[in-house]
Each structure stands twice: as structure tokens, then as C-alpha cells.
């Protein structure tokens, strides 16, 4: 099924709307949620548990996990590791960032 420009557009602002939502009712369940962090094993970034959501071995930050359901739903893949492996670059820049600020902090 192909869909023309405006059906994307209307369903990556869906996307958004309903995963903004998601971080905004597990907030409203627990506010101290924006205290717990983990690492996104999708962008590799620190993020707050908020939103966030685990597909199988792999937990999501609400920001991957807009891109995870607008990939879905635009049928640009089917499964997790598709987007996990496309997002490789990204994690190892925030490895090598958290390393370098890491290394400053010691040399200071």
C-alpha cells in the first residue's frame, strides 16, 4: 500500500501526539519517573524512563520510540533491530562523547 505525502503527514502527527502522550501519563502516574535514567539502546543517549518502552531486548527513549512507530506504521520496517542497527552511528558518538566529557572531568 502506497500512501501519498498528506496520509504520512497525518500519521507521523498521530505518532506524535500519542507518544508525547504515553511520556506525559507515566509522569502523571509517577512524577519521580524524571529522575530515572537509563541508556537507549537505540540512540544511545541518557535519557528519563518516561515514555520509554522496552521491545524485547531492547529499551527505547520516547524520542526512538516516535521514530520506532512512525517507522511502522510508514511500513519502513518491521521489526526493532532494523531501526536499533540504522541508529549504530549515533550510539557509538555518544559513547565517544560521554568518554571525552568523561576524561575532562578527571583532568580538571
Keep these: ?37 537509563f541508556d537507549c539502546d537505540c540512540c544511545g543517549k541518557n535519557q528519563t524512563l518516561a515514555g520509554s518502552i522496552r521491545y524485547g531486548d531492547y529499551r527505547l527513549c520516547n524520542d526512538c520510540v516516535l521514530k520506532a512507530e512512525i517507522g511502522f506504521a510508514l511500513n519502513k520496517f518491521n521489526n526493532i533491530k532494523t531501526l536499533v542497527d540504522a541508529m549504530e552511528n549515533n550510539r557509538l558518538e555518544e559513547i565517544c562523547k560521554y568518554l571525552k566529557d568523561d576524561e575532562n572531568r578527571h583532568n580538571n
Design 1 to 37: 500500500m502506497i500512501m501519498d505525502k498528506s496520509e504520512q503527514i497525518k500519521i507521523i502527527e498521530e505518532m506524535q501526539q500519542v507518544v508525547n502522550q504515553m511520556k506525559l501519563d507515566d509522569i502523571e502516574e509517577n512524577p519521580n519517573i524524571l529522575n530515572d535514567f
